[in-house]
Structures are given as C-alpha cells and as structure tokens.
C-alpha cells in the first residue's frame, strides 16, 4: 500500500530548448509503492519531463530527489531508475534471458546468482520458458513482459514507463492495462508513466497528473480529474464532454447564468473557489453521461437546464452509447449518454427528446479570451 | 488446348490462354535481365581463371616445350623469398584492415549516431572525397609529404627536431598509412551504414540498465554493428591484398607486396607460369584468410552481404 514517504521528488523544474520551455517549473512528489501516471498531449513536455528523472537529460534549473537523494550529476547507469522504452528497446542480439541479465552482469551478480534472479524474473512475469527464445520469436504482449522483467530483475526504487502500450492493438493494450497495474500491486515498486492515453492513466494510476505546456494543470485521483477538475484544460482533455463558450450574466454564491455564444442559457456552477463577475467570459462543460434523457417533459423539471430537440444521430456501441441531439433554440448539437437501462432502445432517429442537467453537472470555468457577445436566438425562439 | 479446364465454353477462354502464356514471357525477360550478369561472369571471370589455371599447370621443359605438372608451384614452396612475400602480403594486409578498423570505427559512430542533419552529411562527404581523385595521385600526395625533401621532413628541420632530412617513405610504416588511407571510405561506408540503423534506445537502455560506455560498445553497439565490421573487413582485405600501386610506390623495391612479385614474372621474366600459379595462390589464400574470419566472428557470407 502507498505510504506517505516519498520516493520521487521533483522541485521546481525547469527545462528550455532554445526559446521554448518544455517543463515549466513543475514540482511534485509520488508516494512510496504508488502507481503515479503523467497525462498529456504529444508536445506537453511529458517525455522530456521522464527523460531528467531517467538521466538522460539535464534540468536546466530545480533538483530531482529520488529516495530523498539528489539526482544532479548522477548519471542513468548510477540512478536508482529504470525505464521501460516506448519500443521497449529489447536487445535483439541477445537472447530473453540474456537480456533480463544485462543489468545483474553489470552489477557483476555472480553467475549463479544471476540465474536464478532470471529465472524468478521471467516466472513472475508468466513466462517462465521464454529464456532461450531469440526477441524476434516473442508476440507483442511478451516483449512488453520481458522489458518489465529485465528493469524489476534490478529492484530500481522507480520504474519509469514511456507510453510502452502504444504500439499495442487495442485488445492487448485493454489486457496490459489490467496486467501492469496487477503487477505493480505484486511487487510494490513505484511506477511512473507517461501516456497521452487518458483511459490508460485512469484506469491504471494511484495518483494522475494532467500535464499542459510544459506545466501541471492538475495532480490528483482519477476520480478527482473525472469528477472535479480543476481548470478548464483538465475537463476537455479527461473524459468526454459538450462544451459551450459564453458570457456571465449574474452570479452569486450557487452558481452563474450565463449565456453562450449561440445565445443559450444555461445555469452552472463555478469549477473553482472565488466568484465570476457578470461579464466576464465563461467555458461550460457538461459530460455526456451527466445528461438526462427523456421523451416525457416532465421527468426532467427537477433540474436547472432544460432543452429539447431530435436526435440527428445513434452511436450505439453497448455500453458507451451516444446520441447527438440538434438543440431546438439554437440548433447546436449535444452529446448525450444512453442510460443502460434499456429504456431508449427503440430510440430512432429524428425523434423529438426532451434532455437536461443540474447546476452541480454544468462546471464553468473563466476563459482568458475575451468574451463572445451572444448572437441573436436563431428562429426558433 | 486446356486440358485442366473442362467447360469449353468458358466465355473467358480466350482471356485465360493469354493468361497462360505469361510465364514464358517471363522466363525470356528473365534470361534477358540475367544475360548481362552471366556474360560478365562468364568471359571476364570464369574463363580468365580457367586460362589462368592452365597456364600454371604447365611446366617448361625446353624452350617452346611444356608438359603438365606441379612444377610451378613447387617452385613457390622452394624457394623462401616467393612465400615470405606471400605471407609478409597477408599478414601486412590484415594488420592493414585491422588498424583501418580502428580508426574507421570511432569515426563512422561519430558520423552515424552523435551529428545530426547537414554536418553529418557534410562529414560523410568529406570522407567520400579523397576519392574523387585517382589512387595514384593520392598516392603520389603522401609521397609528396613523406619524402626527403618533403613537407614533414622540411617541417621538422624547420621546427628543430631534426638535423638533416628526414626519409620517411620506402618503409613499412609508410606502406601502412598508404594502405590504411586508401581503404578508409570502403570500412567507413558499411559501418555508417549499419551504424545508423541501430536504435538510440537501444544504447539509452544499455545506460538505463547500468553498463557504461565500454560495455554498451561490447554488448550492443558492436554486436548490432557486427554485419557491417564483416563486410568492410573483407572489403579492405581483399582491396590491400590485391593492392600494387600503393606498396609499390610508397614501399619502393624493398616493398615485398605479393603482387609485385605477380607482376616481373608476367612483365620483367616473362614467365607467365609461374606468374599464373602465383595468381591462383593468392586467390587461394584471400579466399582461406575470408572463410576463417567468417568463421571466428560467427557471421555468414549471405547475412553480411545481405
């Protein structure tokens, strides 16, 4: 189980390439035994970010402490770091076992020793024959299990993972999803990993943080990212969501009316601490799954926001089923959740539905850009 | 006329006997894109050889009378300074690929993994151009540098070092540089070649796991490389081996290549047996000294020409 002590410890880094900034004063710390996953776009510094606790890159400014040491000058082969490579980087001149024993020869493990170490390595990855076989002979999900093996033979304090699902198809990368996180409760080492993955980082991690522009947007549970984000960055990059610009009309201490660009309004409540002056430029978000779907008007009056519409299309696909509703005001389009239930599975297209959601579900954030002035309500009204 | 296909009425018979013939369409295009290949091996090759290999087996008894016999080559075992030439050659020759190895390598790892972009092929190029000039006058440039009255000797009377002239040329060092330099670009080409196709995370993960840069080089770099070494090695052994215009002229008289001693038997002795037998022996030899390095590095001639 994680324990409060620290074994990664980041503080203020800053890493530039020419004018641009690729980490921007980023500071954060990962539990002992936790399973802590960095979320991005390409191009957030992510990468950048693991190759300065890997050793392969050099912080311009702020230190990386690793088990309470400092890491400055410590070169990767001294660091108490592994890294699993995003093509896995398996030797393929050498056998599976030759490779998990790269890292025991260099630590001069006497040969006995370094048998047996293989042998319980490769065994508590499920492949405990695969020793003699050449890297070309093994299937995608094995090479990722013998790059596993051949970093946990040497017992790093960090196991630092680079988006190494990737190359995988997506029924593999479901099944490894569930194996690593397995394995990272088995053996207790901390891991950190990269991804631009979100269902990967969900799925997987103790702690996620969500990475934007070289900075942390925000660190937290998966279920704090997906339920409460933070800032606007971190609601449109976790999890499906509508989004709306618009424009504060009132405000107090429950919520905000606001309108949006195509002149709807809708009633939210602010993602943040402190209050939105009317005025001021606003982005809604509301998830698909927080929309409650109904052909009855009157099922749906207990909550603030209310529209109706038809559904311009069905994107049935089991449990994550979909519908686009054309908005009857303002003919924009709203992506809504179908209930398991079974309740809409006659649902047909061009049907009118009637759809809505509360305040709390409409999280509203203030934008920098300047604020969208509403367009006249389309003909509708 | 389709004996495999029953329904004659098959609409698309017709279709189907052009179909047919195709394969012997190809067949022709085939002998017609090998012929060049075949013709090559067969009149520059095979029957200079087969010339050379009679030649060698004949033996002069009388003037203008020859009978068959081994004769020629016993000569060679007989008499000491034919085979210490033979053996000096070799040994020189694959001292000669092994220091251009050496030197090869750093450079050839410098130009495919540390420079990126326009120096790195900036750097390619410069090592290609030496070659846009003859061998024999990059020959006749070192000897330019080397001899008595050169630009190291004058250089080093200049500077103090020496007394008098210096007379670096028409000695074994000398041979060796010459020989080294010629065959810098053929070790160089393979080695970047093979260089470039090895993965940085291979090497990153050589570091991650522990190795420094010895044994990174030992376990991966060379290994991954090891196609590349095989084949710029046999390139170079075989160009040094078969080498006259270097030894002879950096070397002088005293050079004691093996293909000089080919040459005065065919040109100053006229003694085109012997000559002959002293040609299918250093064919022998490239052909024994290649086979055991293939052998002692554990590669295969198809997986390193492939």
Known sequence: MPSTEADLECRNIVRRFGNFTAVDDVSFSVPRGSFFSILGPSGCGKTTLLRMMAGFLDADSGDILIKGGSMRGIPPNRRPVNMIFQHLALFPMMTVAENVAYGLKRRRVPKAQIGRKVAAALERVNLPDAGPKRIDQLSGGQKQRVAIARCLVLEPALLLLDEPLGALDLKLREHMKVELKELQNAVGTTFVYITHDQSEALVMSDQVAVMNQGRFEQVGRPQELYYDPKTAFVAGFVGDSNRWRGRVEAANNRGVRAVTEHGLPLIAAPAQDGTLAAGSGVEIFVRPESVILARDEARIESVENRLSGSVQSLLFNGANSYILVRDARTGGEVMVALPQTGEFADLNEGETVHFGWGREQAKCFPTTAPAPTPAPAGGAE | ?306
């Open chain 2, 1 to 306: 006329m389709f004996p495999h296909h029953g329904t004659g009425a098959d609409p698309r018979a017709g279709r189907r006997g052009r179909v047919m013939r195709l394969p012997q369409g190809m067949k022709l295009g085939f002998f017609l894109l090998l012929a060049p290949l075949a013709l090559w091996l067969c009149l520059l090759v095979i029957l200079p050889h087969i010339d050379v290999l009679l030649i060698s087996l004949r033996v002069k008894i009388a003037p203008r009378q020859y009978a068959t016999g081994l004769g020629n080559y016993a000569e060679f075992f007989t008499e000491p300074l034919y085979w210490n030439t033979f053996a000096r050659t070799a040994v020189m020759s694959i001292l000669a690929t092994a220091l251009t190895l050496l030197i090869a390598f750093p450079v050839s790892y410098y130009i495919a993994k540390v420079l990126r972009g326009k120096m790195k092929n900036l750097l390619f190029l410069l090592c290609l151009i030496p070659f846009w000039v003859s061998e024999l006058v990059r020959t006749f440039g070192w000897m330019i540098l080397l001899r008595e009255t050169g630009i190291v000797s004058n250089l080093l009377q200049w500077t103090g070092l020496a007394d008098g002239p210096v007379e670096m040329l028409y000695n074994d060092a000398a041979i060796m540089v010459g020989l080294v330099y010629t065959s810098m670009l053929f070790m160089v080409v393979p080695l970047v070649t093979t260089l470039d196709s090895l993965d940085d995370s291979l090497i990153e993960a050589g570091y991650d796991l522990g190795g420094n840069g010895f044994t990174v080089l030992r376990e991966i770099v060379v290994p991954h490389a090891m196609p590349g070494i095989v084949s710029g090695c046999i390139i170079v052994f075989m160009l040094t081996l078969g080498n006259y215009l270097t030894p002879t002229l950096i070397g002088g008289k005293d050079s004691l290549w093996f293909t000089e001693q080919i040459y005065s038997q065919f040109i100053t002795r006229f003694n085109w047996e012997l000559g002959s037998a002293f040609g299918l022996l250093l064919l022998i030899l490239s052909s024994v000294i290649v086979w055991s390095g293939l052998k002692l590095s554990r590669q295969t001639f198809s997986e390193t020409m492939g």
